[in-house]
Antibody, heavy 126, light 107 residues
Framework: QVQLQQSGAELVKPGSSVKISCKAS????????MHWIKQQPGNGLEWIGW????????KYNQKFNGKATLTADKSSSTAYMQLSSLTSEDSAVYFC???????????????????WGQGTLVTVSS | DIQMTQSPSSMSASLGDRVTITCQAS??????LIWFQQKPGKSPRPMIY???NLANGVPSRFSGSRSGSDYSLTISSLESEDMADYHC?????????FGAGTKLELK
């Protein structure tokens, strides 16, 4: 079965960086892009961007340019998001979610966003 | 960016009630919209794809519709397990944008 297992909660200091992981299992990691979503306490959801592990291509919400960096390791089927220059505004739960099925011939949005990680709480505090 | 104006921000309803939540898009998004349900401490779950298509395993009391730039999620007869937050997401244009969410509570 498809599973996305995220790394544990992080308590980090302002100005530092943090790297969150999302380990995929139960499907071919390089066949789907991976999306990242932010949720601040009591707030709505915010789309950060996606990475396609098949070739490393990325697409970011411009708001997160310079803040978030998405990478993927095909050998371990793990997607990563690094957040830099952290401030209190970055305190949130971050989710990974499996996205589109991508082949040379086509891209399919069938059942996308059906699988999510459990979320990683990042708390920025001195 | 496309703004998704979601209403109401919160509502309370009784079991058996018909409930409707709406998202209004600031630009044309066609039917490129997903509705999600999120329970406390859990990840979102897609309920409706492409504005009107029920996701796998979602009860038939849920439905999605569109009228122009207004997108609605309707629960025909509210059950206790439906108490949750609901979010819409547009993916017509980057960046993808969510509505602010609706908190559905039991009256």
């Amino acid at each position: 079965q498809v599973q996305l297992q995220q790394s544990g909660a992080e308590l980090v200091k302002p100005g530092s960086s943090v790297k969150i992981s999302c380990k995929a299992s139960g499907y071919t990691f390089t066949s789907y892009d991976m999306h990242w979503i932010k949720q601040q306490p009591g707030n709505g959801l915010e789309w950060i961007g996606w990475i396609y592990p098949g070739n490393g291509n990325t697409k970011y919400n411009q708001k997160f340019n310079g803040k978030a960096t998405l990478t993927a390791d095909k050998s371990s089927s793990t997607a990563y998001m690094q957040l830099s220059s952290l401030t209190s505004e970055d305190s949130a739960v971050y989710f990974c979610a499996r996205g589109r099925f991508i082949t040379i011939a086509a891209i399919s949005t069938w059942n996308w966003f059906a699988y999510w990680g459990q979320g990683t709480l990042v708390t920025v505090s001195s | 960016d496309i703004q998704m104006t979601q209403s109401p921000s919160s509502m309370s309803a009784s079991l058996g009630d018909r409930v409707t939540i709406t998202c209004q898009a600031s630009q044309d998004i066609g039917n490129n919209l997903i509705w999600f349900q999120q329970k406390p401490g859990k990840s979102p779950r897609p309920m409706i794809y492409y504005a009107t298509n029920l996701a796998n395993g979602v009860p038939s009391r849920f439905s999605g519709s569109r009228s122009g730039s207004d997108y609605s999620l309707t629960i025909s007869s509210l059950e206790s397990e439906d108490m949750a937050d609901y979010h819409c997401l547009q993916y017509k244009q980057y960046p993808y944008t969510f509505g602010a969410g609706t908190k559905l509570e039991l009256k």
